[in-house]
């Protein structure tokens, strides 16, 4: 099975920031890589895919690089409706999200 | 709209049975794989089932051989039978329905998301 992780696991931020959440898989998935956003009582969303891209509909100040093992997810310029807990996911083999990072206002 | 509703979510005893179904609407069911995703109260994302087209079945070792997904299509519909549950399987129950981009490879997208059923396994 893939294993997936997160870090850090929550964060404290203020609008305008820039945020970054990394995401490791236990085996290679070369770009095999998606990112959702979940607000509280909400389904997920998804953002990003296949590492890199942007989901349609989806603002521009989200972003996602990496490939193998290891990926970045950035949110430039933070905006109030961010504050939410973000997730990667892996389908490389089957499906396994990452344990989550909750992004709050500092 | 392309929607989906899940319903027969509830209190069940340990050991117990429940089948969970999700509505569908706004789009063709037979054209993709559907999911079933759980999340625990305060806690993370688990994946516990994905039915394709061709009605193969996958699911992680925590719930095979006690949960059983299917489709109906001509009903637009989707279920999740599980048996001899567990605590451990209380949670919020999601349908997803998976969408392929296909482009320099194969990439796979759980794009709408129903609101979620909940699941209470306890005596």
């Known amino acids: 099975d893939i294993q997936m992780t997160q870090s850090p696991s929550s964060l404290s931020a203020s609008v305008g920031d820039r945020v970054t959440i990394t995401c490791q898989s236990s085996h290679h998935i070369s770009k095999s890589l998606n990112w959702y956003q979940q607000r509280p009582g909400k389904a997920p969303k998804v953002l990003i895919y296949a590492a890199s891209y942007l989901e349609t509909g989806v603002p521009s100040r989200f972003s996602g690089t990496g490939s193998g093992t290891n990926f970045t997810f950035t949110i430039s310029n933070l905006q109030p409706e961010d504050f939410a807990t973000y997730y990667c996911q892996q389908y490389d083999d089957l499906f396994t999200f990452g344990p989550g990072t909750k992004v709050d206002i500092k | 709209e392309v929607q989906l509703v899940e319903s027969g979510g509830g209190l069940v005893q340990p050991g117990g049975s429940l089948r969970l179904s999700c509505a569908t609407s706004?789009?063709?069911?037979?054209?993709?794989?559907m999911h079933w995703v759980r999340q625990p109260t305060g806690k993370g994302l688990e994946w516990v089932s994905v039915?394709?087209?061709?009605?193969?079945?996958y699911y992680p070792g925590s719930v095979k051989g006690r949960f059983t997904i299917s489709r109906e299509n001509a009903m637009n519909s989707l279920y999740l039978q599980m048996n001899s549950l567990r605590a451990g399987d209380t949670a919020v129950y999601y349908c997803?329905?998976?969408?392929?981009?296909?482009?320099?490879?194969?990439?796979?997208?759980?794009?709408?998301w129903g609101p979620g059923t909940m699941v209470t396994v306890s005596s």
């Open positions: 706004g789009f063709t069911l037979s054209n993709y794989d």
């Open positions: 997803a329905r998976g969408r392929w981009y296909y482009g320099s490879g194969s990439y796979i997208v759980f794009d709408v």
């Open positions: 039915i394709g087209t061709a009605g193969d079945t």
